[in-house]
């Protein structure tokens, strides 16, 4: 075993799921995927680890190697536009907030509920309920004829975060709902393992 206790590689290893999944980041993808072929053949060599442990730490992989495929293939500028996204979120905030009108604010702050909804119980129905948010604020922002540059932001942002999270959806909805739900419970279910039977993540002697 390296230097690194086989618990703490794992761990380290989980960590870049949520990265992977709701950032669209290919960077810790290919981190990711070699790391856990590598731990991967570590857990072959300890026979008193559970079964399951092994089959749903090698689903977690399947289902993330997967969807980093598809982002490197279809997406490789999608982790780009979040992150460019989330640079202005403050921004975008302050404008809404300066622009003053209550029903504007309240839009905005459902469609940035729903959108959060969404990325943690993604399905069609919670898509829709954001698209919904995302056409009201749209259609408010009209109604209040702003300056040509204020209304041109704001637009500007909405549509990005409604193209990141079409992109997202389309993302999920190829690799299976279901499938990107159980990445949650499994990791969970690993950790719990992991602190349950620690002694069996001890290196191994030489």
């Known amino acids: 075993d390296t230097p690194q206790d086989l618990r703490s590689q794992i761990n380290d290893n989980l960590s870049l ?5 709701k950032e669209a980041d290919i960077n810790e993808a290919n981190l990711f995927y070699n790391t856990s072929l590598t731990i991967q053949e570590q857990l072959h060599k300890r026979p008193l680890l559970s079964h399951k442990f092994a089959h749903d730490y090698t689903k977690v992989c399947e289902t993330v190697n997967e969807l980093s495929k598809r982002i490197k293939l279809r997406h490789p500028k999608l982790s780009a536009h979040i992150s460019t996204m989330t640079a202005h979120q403050t921004r975008f905030d302050k404008k809404i907030k300066s622009i003053g009108l209550g029903e504007l604010k309240k839009s905005w702050a459902n469609t940035k509920k729903s959108y959060q ?23 408010i922002i009209l109604e209040l004829y702003l300056d040509d540059d204020d209304e041109e932001y704001l637009f500007s942002y909405l549509d990005l975060q409604h193209t990141n999270l079409h992109t997202i959806h389309t993302l999920y909805a190829h690799i299976g709902f279901k499938r990107i739900l159980q990445l949650k419970p499994l ?6 393992y992991m602190q349950l039977n620690a002694s069996l993540f001890n290196p191994l002697a030489a």
Request: hydrophobic share 25%.
């Open 17 to 21: 799921v949520r990265r992977i999944s």
């Open 117 to 139: 909804l969404y990325l943690r119980n993604p399905s069609d129905s919670t898509y829709a309920k954001y698209k919904g948010h995302y056409t009201q604020a749209k259609s």
């Open 187 to 192: 990791i969970y279910g690993l950790k719990e």
